[in-house]
């Protein structure tokens, strides 16, 4: 029996087979718990889907999330043990990964990146997860360190397939997609514009974008909103690696990601034997000084709250200690600088009716491209229809 199959028969579907425990992390439309699932008194993650907070397009994306959970099968992605809808919610079982996102993990250990040893680990494993999805025929299509999950002996699980497409959605396999989705800092140049289509190189970009990230902390050009990103990302220079203190190699290895024309971007399996990944070590020597700074685990971010007189279906009321509330607070601020930029073609029509490009209040960032096309463009559109025609134009 595939491990699939196996878990679905060690997990049941029953609620009362869970005690939710403490709130862990909450997205845009759900809020996962770490559980315990009680007849083998074992540890996982309850990720409770608000049904009724899901519009037809968020109920497609859970489809799709869940499906896709289901039938992966790869040690570096989050796969679903089982799923059932509970009341209103839809609950998805899955390994609980105890320090939380690489995102997480960044903000409160090293706000200003990793270091070289822990990032070709972490991207390595990353990739892998990448490699066999795109076998598969799936783009994933939000690589970024917030999707990235850790557990403290280190392993490394690529989550969130809320927008991953499959290549063969319509039977015969698609030679392109042209959905524009993403998150703008990560996005490949050719998801921006949709006309050109789309394929799995496009994760190889956001995967370049991800290692520029755990290098400085933020990706590039996340200062800047999300229009002011997507002209950027088109006109300008790809961003490069250039501190001093990162190695050749993996400077040569975000360039071969960072490459505009997906052609020429490798593939995957190609990157995974570029000489920058020959050197990953083992977690218990790449991660272990993280791992020991990160003690204890990130998670949970609500404090641990049994409930012993309440029943297991019931979702574990909301209540933090003064820590955790500020640690809550700061999180949910951070968080939302990456959610705002979860694309949302209403969310860009409403900033566009009021953008101004101020040039002048570019900030400088090494990683971030040179001279700026984009400046001509100051006060050059107002509408997303101006802003469309600016990218006929230039693009
Ligand atoms: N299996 C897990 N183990 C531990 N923590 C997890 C797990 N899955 C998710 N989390 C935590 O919960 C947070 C939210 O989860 P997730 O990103 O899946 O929710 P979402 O609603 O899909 O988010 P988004 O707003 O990105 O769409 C994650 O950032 C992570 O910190």
């Given at each position: 029996m595939s491990k699939m199959g196996e878990s679905q028969r060690i997990y049941s579907a029953n609620p009362a087979d869970y005690k939710l425990l403490e709130e862990v992390g909450n997205g845009a439309s759900a809020t996962v718990y770490r559980a315990i699932f009680l007849p083998r008194n074992n540890v996982v993650a309850v990720k409770c889907l608000d049904l009724d907070r899901c519009n037809n397009g968020n109920l497609e994306s859970v489809r799709r999330e869940t499906q896709t959970m289901a039938w992966v099968d790869h040690p570096n992605l989050v796969r679903a043990y089982c799923s059932f809808v509970v009341g209103r919610n839809l609950w998805v079982v899955m390994p609980f990964m105890s320090v939380g996102s690489c995102f997480h993990a960044m903000k409160?250990?090293?706000?200003?990146?990793?270091?070289?040893?822990?990032i070709c680990f972490i991207l390595k494993e990353t990739l892998r997860a990448l490699d066999y999805l795109h076998r598969q025929g799936h783009i994933h299509r939000d690589v970024k360190a917030g999707n990235i999950l850790l557990d403290n002996i280190g392993s490394v699980k690529l989550s969130d397939f809320g927008v991953s497409a499959c290549m063969f959605d319509s039977g015969d396999r698609q030679r392109c997609r042209n959905t524009f989705t993403g998150t703008p800092c990560w996005m490949a140049p050719e998801v921006m514009q949709a006309e050109t289509g789309y394929d799995s190189k496009a994760d190889i970009w956001s995967f370049g974008i991800t290692a520029l990230e755990l290098a400085h902390g933020?990706?590039?050009?996340?200062?800047?909103?999300?229009?002011?990103?997507?002209?950027?990302?088109?006109?300008?220079e790809p961003p490069r690696l250039?501190?001093?203190?990162?190695?050749?190699?993996?400077?040569?290895?975000?360039?071969?990601?960072?490459?505009?024309?997906?052609?020429?971007?490798p593939t995957a399996e190609k990157l995974l034997k570029h000489s920058f990944f020959k050197n990953a070590k083992p977690p218990e020597l790449s991660l272990k000084k993280l791992l020991a700074e990160l003690q204890p685990p990130?998670?949970?971010?609500?404090?641990?709250?049994?409930?012993?007189?309440?029943?297991?279906?019931?979702?574990?009321?909301?209540?933090?200690?003064?820590?955790?509330?500020?640690?809550?607070?700061?999180?949910?601020?951070?968080?939302?600088?990456?959610?705002?930029?979860?694309?949302?073609?209403?969310?860009?029509?409403?900033?566009a009716s009021t953008l101004v490009i101020d040039s002048d209040a570019d900030a400088d960032d090494d990683e971030t491209m040179q001279s700026s096309p984009v400046d001509n463009c100051r006060d050059g559109f107002t509408t997303v229809e101006q802003f469309k025609q600016v990218l006929q134009m230039n693009c």
């Open positions: 409160k250990a090293h706000p200003d990146g990793l270091e070289e040893m822990e933020h990706p590039p050009l996340s200062q800047y909103p999300p229009l002011k990103v997507l002209l950027m990302t088109l006109q300008n250039g501190d001093k203190k990162f190695s050749k190699s993996f400077k040569e290895m975000v360039a071969m990601c960072l490459v505009k024309d997906p052609k020429k971007r990130l998670n949970p971010v609500k404090p641990l709250q049994v409930q012993d007189d309440e029943s297991a279906q019931q979702l574990p009321a909301k209540t933090a200690s003064l820590p955790a509330e500020q640690e809550e607070i700061s999180t949910s601020m951070y968080q939302k600088g990456i959610s705002a930029w979860n694309f949302d073609i209403e969310d860009l029509k409403a900033q």
